[in-house]
């Protein structure tokens, strides 16, 4: 993991290596953005002064996909690791079962209402293509779509009122939206993402009805683009494209949410030896 504080025009600075693991998902929290979470493999991290220092947390129970800490409760942390949800209070003590998913899953990604009553995961590998839940007091049920790659919620989604917007793993990946709370309702999109794309992240803006997508192409060069999905008008639009050999990977805002987007990181594919990158 590297910081840099000019979107790596200069030398960045090395966080933490470990040649075993990989970096699978940076989290800062939207209401104190100096509180920065992070794991490689089962190591996982916290700084409080926006990434200058890190304190390690207790070892997760197994490589940690996903992170997220409630913005309003400092320390109170979720993560996906192996097929299980578990979260903290105190991370530097240990780490909590929320919720045991389906057996011989990954727990990909997730998001959580902003009341924190409900939670959706998407998997992978899971028994029944990758699938979808909607996680609340522990119990669990499938949404009404499979084979998905990445989730995200509207802007305004709580415990009484949600729809998720997913992106499926076929090929052309499809857009669906679904009714949070039933799991039903299921909606696809006329717009996909191109052939051949694999969808990595989909970020929602905070202030308006549209959703920023991360992707690559996995069958030819590996190109990586981002794009800007508007669900009223059913409309994926092109923003930016990386040189061949660059993958997107990762969406954040930059400075204050809603200022637009930054932090796109861009990971190297293959030997085709493409610098990292950050727009």
Not at 220 to 233: N, W
Request: aromatic share 8%; charged share 15%.
């Amino acid at each position: 993991l590297r910081r840099t504080l000019d979107t790596l025009l200069t030398a960045s600075t090395n966080l933490v290596s470990n040649a075993a693991a990989i970096t699978s998902n940076i989290w800062v929290n939207e209401a104190n953005p100096a509180r920065v979470w992070f794991a490689i493999g089962t190591a996982v991290y916290r700084s409080t002064d926006g990434g200058a220092t890190k304190t390690a947390m207790a070892t997760a129970p197994a490589s940690v996909s996903w992170i997220i800490e409630d913005p309003a409760v400092d320390n109170s942390v979720f993560i996906a690791a192996g097929a299980n949800l578990y979260n903290a209070t105190d991370p530097t003590v240990g780490w909590a079962t929320l919720y045991a998913g389906p057996g011989g899953a990954t727990a990909r990604q997730f998001v959580r209402s902003r009341d924190g009553q409900i939670t959706w995961v998407c998997y992978t590998g899971a028994p029944s293509g990758d699938a979808a839940q909607r996680v609340e007091n522990g119990a669990s049920a499938d949404l009404a779509v499979t084979d998905i790659r990445t989730i995200a919620l509207d802007k305004d989604a709580n415990s009484l009122a949600a729809t998720l917007y997913l992106i499926g793993a076929n090929n052309p990946p499809s857009i669906y939206s679904v009714d949070g709370l039933t799991g039903l309702s299921a909606h696809t999109f006329t717009a996909a993402l191109p052939s051949g794309s694999t969808a990595m992240h989909m970020l929602p803006d905070p202030d308006v009805d549209l959703f920023y997508t991360a992707d690559f192409d996995s069958v030819a060069v590996g190109t990586g683009a981002v794009r800007k999905f508007f669900p009223s008008a059913d409309q994926l639009l092109l923003m930016m494209e990386g040189a061949v050999g660059q993958q997107a990977h990762m969406l954040g805002f930059g400075e204050a949410a809603g200022a637009g987007v930054a932090g796109l990181i861009l990971l190297p594919y293959g030997a085709s030896g493409a610098a990292d990158k950050l727009w």
